[in-house]
């Protein structure tokens, strides 16, 4: 039974499906040339080996799924901004705000949208605050909301901040939790929890019609012990094999 008044079920169900999809690429084999497209830091890796008591190959599998997670944390910065296309009055930009909310004969709302409360530093914060400033200055009858989606509460208050050393405040510059910012877009309080409650239904049932949905195996282990077979001599050449002293080490 779906159970959403604001996004219809084509709809949420296509844009579940397109989230699925970008989490589909990280299904795909990760061989040694993706793996240390940022370069890998093998003192790292040894000091959690050992601190950890973990195998190389542990460990190695352990920064694989690290990799996977930062994308797949996208993935999910994806969801929560796109669903906002299918409902009523919102508008995602192709650049600039996150979503902008043009409701009849209410003010604009122009909304940055960040997953987590803490993922913001202070030279972030001030830069997305001066920026709200900027579309107030501009547009003084609307508003600016910084939407987290998980916050230390729900919450829409003004949002305080310190820029350039001095507290700054405005009413119309707020910090909204994801369920008070679906409440006040689709004018159902619970809007979030339903939408909630409906993802693992249609999650499964994306999932049940897509047969690709699996995941290949890596070759990178199998391709540093092609390199050296003491896997710290590979990791150490993945990175320095340039550097003074490392030519020692066989290939």
């Excluded at 009055?89 to 009849?104: F, L, M, Q, S, T």
């Excluded at 919450?155 to 405040?169: A, D, Y």
Aim: glycine share 2%; aromatic share 12%.
């Amino acid at each position: 039974m779906y159970d959403l008044n604001f996004i219809s079920q084509t709809d949420f169900e296509h844009h579940v499906s397109d989230t699925i999809l970008t989490y589909n690429k990280t299904l795909q084999s990760i061989n040694l040339e993706k793996f240390n497209m940022n370069i890998i830091d093998p003192i790292k890796l040894l000091f959690d080996k050992n601190v950890f008591d973990k195998s190389f190959k542990e460990i190695i599998d352990m920064e694989i799924q690290r990799q996977r997670d930062k994308s797949n944390t996208n993935a999910i910065g994806y969801f929560h901004q796109n669903i906002f296309r299918y409902i009523s009055y919102c508008e995602v930009p192709k650049e600039g705000w996150d979503v902008i909310v043009r409701k009849p004969d209410k003010p604009v709302i122009y909304v940055e949208m960040k997953n987590k409360h803490n993922t913001m530093n202070s030279s972030s914060a001030q830069k997305t605050y001066i920026q709200m400033q900027n579309q107030i200055l501009n547009t003084p009858d609307d508003y600016c909301y910084l939407v987290e989606v998980i916050a230390p509460c729900s919450r829409n208050v003004k949002w305080s901040c310190s820029v350039n050393k001095q507290h700054v405040e405005n009413e119309k510059i707020r910090r909204v939790s994801i369920d008070k910012f679906y409440a006040e877009v689709t004018g159902e309080n619970n809007a979030f929890y339903k939408m909630c409650r409906q993802l693992p239904i249609t999650i499964k049932k994306i999932i049940s019609e897509n047969n690709n949905l699996k995941a290949q195996k890596d070759t990178v282990f199998d391709e540093l012990q092609r390199i050296n077979p003491d896997i710290l001599s590979s990791l150490y050449l993945l990175a320095f094999k340039d550097y003074e002293g490392f030519e020692e080490i066989s290939i």
